[in-house]
């Protein structure tokens, strides 16, 4: 007498088949238990933007009856197990359904495990998941983030790896017997069966006390009434740019108060102020109006707009001037530009180390020719 | 007609102006082409400026109730309305200001659609507005080759073969969409003999664009701009590639950039290169090579594609525009 | 430079004109901004009447043809954004071929104002009148008026800006006029003079929702669950807020005009005191108050009610109105098809109005008058005997009838 929930946390488009995957897979595995489940993604995530957070559910039940009472209510409250297949959203979710960033772990269940795709450590982690009042669990599959994009599935066994992991996780979902069988079944693939069994008998876990994690509120927003709201569908323009940081010189683009990109993005710039040649590329390029300009007419990437594509690491004619860096390396959104007038030499070993870094990452953000994928994971596998 | 505002052609990029009025606030896609193009089409049109958006990727990821991207006024309008939303606006203005009932000024009206709105179900209203040469307004076709919101299903203006949601490639049908693109700039040109000002762009060309933009809001009566926008999510790429891609089109002759002003042709940029033979065209494989929803191609499949471009630039009577050749009797 | 208004009537003269063109008088007479256009029979008549008097330089507007309904409606919408004040109108399939700009006025509460000739809807195509076609915006925010006389399309058009225009509505207007019997007959109408207009008639002010550059807004956002609710509820509290500017609009408008029912929901025909009341909507008032005058005289217990605003809808009067009757005869130039009892759409609305009632009357409906075909003094009687029937058997044998249907 159960009903179990799953949760997959992914980036939109990146990871929809990823995830589809993952959901359809758990349900076809309870069936082997004798169960029953029903798979989705949450409506309000579609249509799906290219790397803005959305979720897919998987909630399997003993019987029918009490997968109905579950479905009660659409989405679910408490989950599990929620599995977040890029460790980037460690940092909080922004989806386009909602304002305000939720933690990566606000609908875990106490008890309950948030297993999740990453090189990092679980201390590492534990520094962007926002602390809990109750106990959970973190499980991390030792493994590069799978990205792909809406055609081509770089099938690298992320899904088949979070499969083993949750049944490790949580056997009460499902058996990892079911699992393989069914695997098998859908699949008919023997290397998948096995990448699900060694994620399984790989799969580890650490407590995680209450308390424990990134210890900042997240931001809010409240939502106004008929009342207050405005009538004719109207809202207020967002407001003008002004100088650089209201001063004098350059120029500060208007940000948006109620949606901010903080987790939008999976990369950020980091920008070489030294050997800028102040091209204008990188900020006229850029879809997104990141940039603002410095009364020296430099270009620092201000992370309230960000969304992290690398258009302007592309564009950027001087080498190594521009860098997409993963942002895991980042604890705050604070400016670039700022650090570097403060301490030149310091930030500039700082950028220096983080860039070096960047070149050994095999980390890709979807399709760039036909064959790529096949070639990175022939990589990742030697590596 | 109404007076139009002193927009000057901007010299060189460093000339560029620094004031934004398209912000963060919108939830595209990483790497999309479209929101740069709206935030070039404002930045050159600048604050005295009305901008219309009919329903597509650039309202729904756009502006989500509370927040916005806008710092002009904006008004969504229904999907095949950007012709309507743009006569609509500035009738209004004109009647008001002529009338006493409003400062007389000229206020910039853009509409803009994308090609789901513009190539398909809007057509035929764009085609009445840019009958009216008593109103200065653009309409601005952002073209990213498919209903890119709704899930990237097929629309006029998809290139042949491309797989989206209406037209996957399947175990029996490989390419499922047999359609030509349209071809959409030379018909409203050709179309509409008064109109003083059509251009295709892209925002990779982000200075040309611009330039485009106040050239058309300041020529006076009804203008049309169709731009090309690579889309990461339909076209499935890398979203840093977005910049490229949109060169590779130009590079490979399958996008060919210009202007109609006054009825006289002038080719902008590679396209011009291109046909004075300057450079030579990329083969298009390049290109089709690095987009998800070509990667199902044959080598049959990417000669197609190339025949046809040749066609384009070898047969037709003005290279890229004009699919008609006179008869042997001229 | 701003041009001098023409002023088209500097005194109250009286004019031989249809309904469409005492509409078209009241364009004028309203200083509208902008007028969009598309030819369907029967309401097309108002604009050719619009576009003579711009040709004769009486009356300066933005006249734009347009190349469908749906562009004729979203150029209205959007001229009204920007603070125009306008006005549009369609007939039968017409106005449904603009159905989506249409939801959308009421929508993002843009005041537009538009007559519908009423017509049947295809197929078959037909040019007569059915209410059916203006019926559908029923439950989107629109005012939903239908007038029976021309001099009734003059004022009502008077107060539809009046009333659409109100900072507190903010909701479209749709001028219901029945076809032929409006749109193409002439009467002597009461034109009022412009100063009469001017006093009763302030400018359109759009406020702090005005699209321009000095008020700078986003419109219409998309939002997801999260929102629609509170929206809906916003337009809902509008439509409820406008009984009160319509009964103020009302009263100015007998002060200033001179003329008007006592109450602008509904008129009663002799229903002091009657049994059996027929209730009807638009140009069908003629034939049915001539038939309750006869049967008046004949000693029989019958009056008329006409339902004037569908929407809002006046339930408290209507439900004082027919309170105290014996049986209700309900005349719907409309249908529903599958509806409960196969009736009409008035019909259902009447019913639900009267449902609260301690003491219902017995009620039939009558479909007639369908594409045009003429509602006589003859079926009238039909209808006073079939409710008669009913009164002295306790019974209805059938709810709904066709009325003149050939076998």
Known sequence: MATRAVEVVYRGIFQRTLARNIVRQIVFAARKDGKIGTAFGRYSDSPERNGIPAKQFAVVADTALELEESLAVYEATMVDVTINVDDTMCKGLESWAWYGLQPINEVTKPGGTLIVTSRQSADALLEDIHQKKDPYNLSIIPSTVSFSGLWVFKDDHTDMRALGAMCKACPELVSIKAMLESVQEQTGNEAKVASVQRAFDRGTSRPVEPGEGNTETPFSFDMPGWKTMEEGLVIRAQKEGTGFRGGEGGYTPGRSETFKKWSTRSMRPVINFDTCIKCTLCWLQCPDTVFDITPDGLYDANMEACCGCGVCEAVCPVPDCITMVGEPEFNDNSSQYDAWTADKDGYNKWMTVLVEKQKSETRTHGFHHVGGYAEEIAASEEA | MATVQDLPQITGVKNIPVEEFYNSGHRTCQGCESALVMRLMIKAAGQRTIVLGSTGCMYVANTTYYSTPWVVPWMHTQLGSAGSAATGTAAGLASMMRKGKMTQEPINVIAFCGDGGGVDMGLSAISAALQHDEYNLLIICYDNESYANTDIQASGSTPWGANTTFSPTGKDIRIMNTKQKKNMAPMIATGHPNMRFVATACASYGLDFNNKVRRALTIGGPTFIHCIDPCPKGWDYDPKYSHELGMLAIETGLWIQYEITDGELILNGPSRAIAKGIRKRKPVEEYLMRQGRFAHFLPEDIKFFQDKVEETWEKWWIPGLIPITPGQDD | ?407
């Open chain 3, 1 to 407: 430079m701003a041009t001098v208004k023409p002023r088209l009537y500097e005194e109250s003269k009286e004019e031989l004109i249809s309904g469409s063109e005492a509409v078209g008088i009241a364009c004028a007479l309203a200083d509208v901004d902008v007028i969009t256009a598309y030819p369907i029979r029967p309401y097309d008549t108002v604009m050719q009447y619009v576009s003579r008097l711009k040709a004769d330089g009486a009356f300066d507007f933005d006249f734009i043809i347009a190349e469908s309904e749906h562009s004729q409606f979203e150029i209205v919408k959007h001229a009204s954004a920007v603070g125009a004040r306008t006005f549009s109108g369609s007939s039968g399939v017409g106005w449904f071929y603009a159905f989506e700009a249409i939801t959308v006025t009421a929508g993002l509460r843009m005041p537009v104002v538009a007559m519908v000739g009423n017509r049947a809807l295809d197929d078959p195509g037909a040019f007569g009148v059915e209410h059916n076609d203006a019926m559908a915006v029923r439950d989107l925010g629109w005012h939903l008026y239908w007038v029976a006389t021309a001099q009734e399309a003059l004022d009502m058009a008077l107060m539809a800006w009046r009333i659409a225009e109100d900072p507190t509505v903010l909701l479209p207007f749709a001028l219901s006029c029945d076809g032929s019997f409006l749109t193409h007959s002439q009467a002597i109408v009461q034109v009022p003079s412009q100063d009469q207009v001017d006093r009763f008639l302030p400018p359109y002010k759009r406020g702090t929702l005005q699209l321009h550059p000095d008020n700078p807004i986003t419109i219409a956002p998309q939002v997801n669950e999260d929102w629609l609710m509170e929206i809906r509820r916003q337009t809902d509290e509008a439509m409820r807020r406008t009984s009160a500017v319509i009964r103020q609009a009302h009263e100015e408008f007998r002060e200033i005009f001179g003329r008007g029912d006592p109450s602008p929901f509904i008129e009663e025909f002799m229903c002091e005191d009657a049994e059996i009341i027929l209730v009807g909507m638009g140009t069908l008032a003629m034939p049915t108050r001539v038939a309750v005058r006869r049967l008046r005289a004949a000693g029989k217990k019958v009056g008329f009610l006409r339902i004037k605003f569908f929407r809002p809808f006046a339930a408290e009067e209507v439900q004082e109105a027919l309170g105290d009757a014996k049986a209700v005869a309900v005349i719907d130039r409309d249908y529903s098809y599958g509806s409960p009892s196969g009736g009409g759409v008035l019909f259902h609305e009447l019913r639900s109005t009267l449902y609260p009632l301690d003491k219902r009357p017995l009620m039939l409906n009558f479909i007639a008058g369908l594409g045009g075909r003429e509602v006589t003094v003859d079926d009238i009687n039909m209808m006073t005997e079939t409710a008669q029937k009913a009164i002295d058997t306790g019974k209805i044998e059938q709810e709904t009838t066709w009325v003149s249907v050939r076998e």
